[in-house]
């Protein structure tokens, strides 16, 4: 059994009632959504973050990524050139009833972040026995 997620893709864009106290860029991560029958893995692009920069909050069915970068220049030295832009990371989803909240994991390793949102129980496809009448 198949189903489809829909996905629209947004630009990062703060609520006039919010005023970013960080006068940077704010990228919004590419990320792939991969489903099986008991979980959705969210992989997100977040180059030069760590576990340290990357901040993830739930509040009313919107899951938020927030990761701060600095750049990493070396000491000494001034930039004469640059093809990649610095800046900090910010990607929203709305999360459905399947999603078991207690239970999402996340993990940052080489830039990348790794989300586990595993189904609830109620919405995990399974096999019903049939019994002989």
Same mark, same amino acid.
């Given at each position: 059994?198949?189903?489809?997620?829909?996905?629209?893709? $947004?630009?990062?864009?703060?609520?006039?009632?919010?005023? @970013?106290?960080?006068?940077? @860029?704010?990228?919004? =991560?590419?990320?792939? +959504? +991969?489903?099986?029958?008991?979980?959705?893995?969210?992989?997100?692009?977040?180059?030069?973050?760590? $576990?340290?920069? !990357?901040?993830?909050?739930?509040?009313?069915? !919107?899951?938020?990524?927030?990761?701060? !970068?600095?750049?990493?220049?070396?000491?000494?030295?001034?930039?004469?050139?640059?093809?990649?832009?610095?800046?900090?990371?910010?990607?929203?989803?709305?999360?459905?009833?399947? +999603?078991?909240?207690?239970?999402?994991?996340?993990? !940052? @390793?080489?830039?990348?972040?790794?989300?586990?949102? =595993?189904?609830?129980? $109620?919405?995990?496809?399974?096999?019903?026995?049939?019994?002989?009448?």
């Amino acid at each position: 059994m198949e189903k489809q997620i829909e996905v629209t893709k $947004e630009n990062a864009v703060q609520p006039e009632t919010v005023e @970013r106290t960080r006068d940077r @860029r704010v990228f919004v =991560p590419q990320a792939d +959504i +991969i489903a099986n029958a008991d979980h959705y893995f969210v992989v997100a692009d977040i180059p030069g973050a760590d $576990e340290k920069s !990357v901040e993830i909050s739930l509040e009313k069915n !919107v899951l938020t990524i927030t990761a701060t !970068v600095e750049p990493n220049r070396p000491e000494g030295y001034s930039l004469g050139y640059a093809e990649y832009g610095i800046g900090d990371y910010q990607r929203s989803f709305v999360l459905s009833d399947e +999603i078991d909240r207690s239970k999402i994991e996340a993990i !940052v @390793r080489n830039g990348v972040l790794y989300l586990h949102l =595993p189904k609830a129980e $109620e919405a995990q496809a399974r096999k019903i026995a049939v019994k002989a009448g």
